[in-house]
């Protein structure tokens, strides 16, 4: 048997393991979590009552002040670097009910929500551990140091149109329902199915429209060469608010974003693993 051969049978084994599932499963209702709060942080940014980071770390920073926040973090983070896993395997050895170019993309996919989940997790354990400072202002320091090298605000650029991609995927991800293939709509009621398929369209629209904004203000900050625009999504649902009918524009986004936290309890259910 070819090394190859059997570290993809370990993985494989391993991306079957029962405990692994409980874990991602677990994971996507502190993921949802997340959301709800996140959306609540940026309905809090459209009437103009916050002063913390409209995006995730903000929002760990609100659930690790509750009683027992803390506990919650940690298992949280936990959920999360499962999901990782989960994900880095399938994105190795997985989708296999797929061929040729389809499942090229699924593993692509994987690979990316691998890395999503592992920025999340390592989030949550920096709020843990007291070390989350303001995500809006690392990123304008980082965008800033970025665009002092030599290519650099080329480099930031592309940045923010890979960021600016990936909302407009995910708009059209959610738009065409394609995250239904990951459902096991099989074991779901009418009313359930149609329930989760509202849910999805609703978040996944509203979270693309939040990072296509980002990316464009990443781009913004390369052409101008202007860090400041360069806050991330806190930065993006502010600048959203400042349009005409922000509140309005904002208050939809924010509610789009509390669908998919509410989607992801779903998932925790239906999700195939």
């Not at 989940?117 to 390592?122: D, G, Q, S």
């Not at 007291?130 to 030599?150: F, H, I, V």
């Not at 991609?165 to 995910?170: C, D, Q, T």
């Not at 904004?213 to 502010?238: F, M, Q, S």
Request: aromatic share 10%; charged share 20%; hydrophobic share 50%.
């Amino acid at each position: 048997m070819s090394l190859t051969h059997s570290a993809g049978a370990t993985a494989s084994r391993t991306a079957d393991s029962r405990w692994l599932e409980l874990l991602a499963r677990a994971g996507f209702i502190g993921y949802g979590i997340v959301h709800l709060l996140f959306a609540w942080l940026a309905l809090q940014i459209a009437f103009g009552n916050s002063s913390d980071d409209g995006d995730q770390s903000g929002a760990l920073r609100t659930l690790a002040a509750q009683p027992l926040g803390k506990a919650l973090v940690v298992a949280t983070a936990v959920g999360l670097l499962a999901m990782a896993i989960w994900q880095a395997l399938e994105a190795a050895v997985g989708h296999r009910a797929e061929r040729g170019r389809e499942r090229t993309w699924e593993r692509l996919a994987s690979l990316g929500r691998t890395l999503v989940y592992l920025y999340f997790a390592w989030t949550a354990y920096k709020v843990f551990s007291d070390a989350g400072s303001n995500s809006a202002d690392q990123q304008e320091a980082l965008t800033g140091r970025a665009m002092e090298s030599s290519g650099g605000r080329w480099l930031v650029g592309l940045a923010g149109l890979v960021l600016a991609a990936i909302g407009v995927g995910l708009v059209i991800y959610g738009l065409v329902k394609r995250f239904e293939k990951h459902l096991k709509t099989g074991e779901m009621s009418p009313g359930t199915h149609k329930l989760a398929r509202r849910l999805g369209i609703a978040g996944y629209v509203a979270k693309g429209v939040a990072y296509a904004i980002a990316g464009v203000l990443v781009i913004a900050a390369a052409v101008t060469y202007d860090p400041e625009k360069a806050r991330g999504l806190d930065g993006a649902l502010r600048t959203l608010r400042e349009q005409s009918y922000g509140t309005v524009l904002l208050t939809l986004v924010a509610l789009g974003i509390a669908a998919f936290g509410v989607y992801c309890f779903l998932q925790s259910r239906y999700r195939k693993v």
